[in-house]
């Protein structure tokens, strides 16, 4: 008969006789970077990709007495972490027809210093290599799996997606992926997390419709943006005043937008916090003046067409990482990009300007809610204002060289000036003229 005060002390002292489970083995790595490299050869799509061991959270791989891995036991289990890490979470579609699952063609493990993957050719030759010699004493979750994968297809003149989906490796996943193109030059996306369908070459179409997207939505999640517009928009509730105001902020941010992408913006380091500080101050300055309610419509389109140049550049630093994804069509994923952005702002002010409305007939007399309202996002707006100029004021702003570069840029930066403040010049007085023209009521 066994005794139950007996059970418990037995129990604990077969489980400190096993000695303590690696921990290592479950952990969540913090930093996962993830190699990617894919290229269509005749009828047979390759795809090499390395990914640190430790993100392998599920795999115990055996180890020798010392506590290295025992790589002659271990080469069996390479398969099945890479079926159940890699090739699951990979999805390819050749046009619109999505391929099965690759074939493993190999699989290995490598030292954290091998760097055969700094170009395909040294990469399909590690892979399908000799193997990673036995007597090698290293620690498992300080080894790489590399892994060659291959697809069956029509033709590499095809157009090929990829959906990978490698966020659950690690807490932040970085991917590097270059797709080389039969007879064309090397494409190098890199991505955190899960991108979702990415096209390695699209259609001007395919590329437009996705940069429609990504404009509508950051309208709507870029809350400086957001308030600025709503600045806009308290004095002056009708479209029909609306327009002019909404247009020059348009046509404006635009054009910083496109003069960005075309690396005609200084690239320094202060150059983000300086712009960033500089939309937090037109929003202040915008609240300001509601408050003081000394604004008119032909004077509020030229303070809106000043500030859209300065909000121009905070929308180029959003598509700093995703104008990878344009392929060849840079103009037009940026044409794009402005119309997913007026969608946005015009949906806001569906929204907006009858929200505002029912609350200046129902709820506070206009003045008193226009100065209310103004008050509340001046104070958001300067501690945005404060936050950033503390983060700017930490970069040291150094002289530039003057050679025939800079002199060239400036020249370069003085035409566009000029050029806008004509358009400024040239609007303003057809606008005047147009005022002058029009019939008086009385009349």
Not at 29 to 53: A, I, S
Not at 136 to 149: F, H, M
Not at 207 to 212: E, I, K, T
Not at 256 to 267: G, K, M
Request: charged share 15%.
């Amino acid at each position: 008969m066994v005794r139950p005060f007996l059970v418990f002390p037995a129990v604990l002292a077969a489980a400190i006789s096993l000695g303590p489970v690696p921990a290592a083995a479950h952990d969540i790595p913090n930093d996962v970077t993830v190699q990617v490299l894919f290229k269509p050869e005749g009828r047979v799509l390759r795809v090499l990709v390395r990914v640190p061991m430790r993100a392998m959270r599920d795999v115990v791989f055996p180890e020798l007495p010392g506590g290295f891995m025992d790589l002659e036991r271990s080469d069996p289990l390479l398969g099945d972490a890479a079926k159940v890490w890699i090739s699951d979470s990979i999805d390819v579609w050749e046009g619109e027809t999505l391929l099965p699952k690759a074939a493993l063609a190999s699989a290995r493990a490598s030292l954290e210093s091998d760097k055969s993957f700094a170009s395909y050719e040294t990469a399909l030759a590690h892979v399908t290599g000799p193997k990673l010699d036995s007597s090698v004493n290293v620690v498992w979750n300080q080894t790489l799996l590399d892994v060659l994968y291959e697809y069956p297809i029509g033709s590499d003149r095809s157009e090929f997606s990829i959906r990978p989906a490698f966020g659950r490796l690690g807490v932040r996943v970085v991917t590097g992926l270059r797709f080389l193109p039969p007879g064309g030059a090397v494409r190098a996306f890199e991505f955190t997390s899960d991108p979702g369908l990415l096209r390695l070459d699209p259609h001007w179409y395919q590329a437009a419709r996705q940069f429609v997207e990504l404009g509508f939505l950051h309208i709507l999640d870029g809350t400086d943006h957001l308030l600025f517009l709503f600045c806009l928009v308290i004095p002056y509730r009708r479209f029909r005043s609306l327009v002019p105001i909404v247009t020059a902020f348009t046509v404006a941010h635009s054009m910083t937008l496109i003069a960005s992408a075309y690396n005609f913006a200084p690239d320094a380091l202060w150059f983000p916090p300086l712009i960033e500080t500089l939309i937090a101050a037109s929003i202040v300055y915008m609240a300001l003046e509601n408050i003081v309610g000394a604004s008119t419509v032909h004077h509020r389109w030229m303070i809106a067409f000043g500030f859209g140049l300065v909000h121009g550049f905070g929308f180029s630093f959003a598509l700093r990482e995703t104008m990878q994804f344009a392929g060849s069509h840079l103009l037009a994923s940026l044409l794009s990009f402005n119309v997913g952005v007026e969608l946005g702002q015009l949906l806001v002010l569906l929204l907006m300007i009858p929200a505002l409305e029912a609350l200046f007939r129902f709820a506070v007399a206009e003045r008193m809610g226009t100065i209310v309202l103004s008050a509340l996002v001046a104070h958001t707006g300067w501690h945005w204002m404060t936050d950033r100029w503390d983060k700017f004021r930490q970069f040291r702003l150094e002289w530039p060289a003057f050679d025939a570069a800079w002199l060239a840029s400036a020249m370069r930066w003085l035409m566009l000036a000029v050029i806008l403040a004509g358009l400024v010049w040239l609007v303003d007085l057809l606008a005047r003229r147009r005022g002058r023209a029009r019939p008086s009521p009385s009349s």
